[in-house]
């Protein structure tokens, strides 16, 4: 193959991955599903919990959620929209206030370190909420 169809070929993918929804951001596709129904609909959370805990099948939305969040954590938000951010900060602090259980296994699975409990600990308190 010629070095000039390289150079295509190369700059074609370029293009095309560029021209996706924000380059090096989470999909922002469910950026519009309603976190107060599913916050106040116990089966719903629970689907959502157990998606994330691999104890039930994923929703398409969870199958996202559950492959982003390592990465969310590890750049500490870093590709989220801001409604992503404001979210998360709402479900954060309802599993914590209402379902403590639920946060501590979740902690277990996705920080047993204990290092994205430290990094965020005094964003939290910050907002009165209390690890």
Do not use: H
């Not at 157990?50 to 982003?68: F, I, S, W």
């Not at 639920?102 to 699975?109: G, Y």
Request: aromatic share 8%; net charge positive.
């Amino acid at each position: 193959m010629s070095k000039i169809a390289i150079v295509c070929l190369l700059a074609a993918f370029v293009v095309i991955v560029s021209a996706g929804p924000q380059a090096g951001k989470y999909t922002i596709k469910y950026d519009n599903v309603d976190l107060d129904q599913i916050l106040k609909n116990q089966r719903l959370l629970e689907n959502y919990y157990n998606c994330l805990m691999d104890k039930g099948k994923c929703t398409p939305d969870g199958q996202e959620l559950k492959r982003n969040l390592p990465d969310a954590l590890n750049t500490r938000c870093s590709k989220c929209s801001e409604k992503q951010k404001e979210g998360t900060q709402r479900v954060v602090e309802y599993l914590i206030k209402n379902k403590p259980d639920w946060w501590k296994n979740l902690e277990n699975k996705y920080d047993p370190s204990g290092n994205y409990r430290k990094n965020y600990s005094s964003e939290l308190a910050q907002r009165g909420i209390k690890v």
